[in-house]
């Protein structure tokens, strides 16, 4: 399975802050990449799929980029209720099968 | 309105088995591809098992020979069957669909693409202890 890692694990920052997201992928792969955002006891929630597509409902303030094995989610203005868990996923035809990157937790500095 | 509910966990015994139902609504969940997803407490997410609409399925590695996906038809259900439980299993378990297709072009030529997991359910708690 092609593997994700996400950096930074963990970020601080402040309201109005721009905040950057990457995740790298093992291998080379399709656009077939997305982004969700997670609060502390609820089911994560689709922000960006297809690497760049804004998801139903998203703020514009979010946005995604990147190709091949490098992608990349952006928040250009945190807002108070941006504070959470993020992941990116993967979905891969060759190997067959989906993964997540280990999650960035973005704390109030 | 479109939603996935499941149900099922509980508490189990190192070795039992469990089967996890997810119901869906305002949907048909088999003309969808279908997920699995699991967290393990304070962890961060993990893809466990995917079932495509041609029922092809696939799991992941370290859930591979244990865990069976299957779906319901007529009861417009999913399903996680979990054998020879582990305490590592212990975790939440989302069902989720997976927005994904074919899109036609010229000369019938059909090119996949994936949206990402649009629905998700609210997640049914397994724990592992003896």
């Known amino acids: 399975a092609i593997q994700l890692t996400q950096s930074p694990s963990s970020l601080s920052a402040s309201v109005g802050d721009r905040v950057t997201i990457t995740c790298r992928a093992s291998q080379g792969t399709s656009n077939a990449l997305a982004w969700y955002q997670q609060k502390p006891g609820k089911a994560p929630k689709l922000l960006i799929y297809?690497?760049?597509s804004l998801g139903s409902g998203v703020p514009s303030r979010f946005s995604g980029s990147g190709s091949g094995t490098d992608f990349t989610l952006t928040i250009s203005s945190l807002q108070p209720e941006d504070f959470a868990t993020y992941y990116c996923q993967l979905f891969s035809s060759s190997p067959q099968g989906l993964s997540f990157g280990g999650g960035t937790k973005v704390e109030i500095k | 309105e479109v939603q996935l509910v499941e149900s099922g966990g509980g508490l189990i015994q190192p070795g039992e088995s469990l089967r996890l139902s997810c119901v869906a609504s305002g949907f048909t969940v088999s003309s969808n591809y279908m997920s699995w997803v699991r967290q393990a407490p304070g962890k961060g997410l993990e893809w466990v098992s995917i079932?495509?609409?041609?029922?092809?399925?696939y799991y992941a590695d370290s859930v591979k020979g244990r865990f069976t996906i299957s779906r319901d038809n007529s009861e417009n259900t999913l399903y996680l069957q979990i054998n020879s439980l582990r305490v590592e299993d212990t975790a939440v378990y989302y069902c989720a669909r997976d927005k994904c297709g074919y899109s036609y072009h010229l000369y019938g030529s059909a090119i996949f693409y994936y949206h990402g997991m649009d629905v998700w359910g609210q997640g049914t708690t397994v724990t592992v202890s003896s």
């Open positions: 297809a690497a760049s």
């Open positions: 079932i495509y609409s041609d029922d092809s399925t």
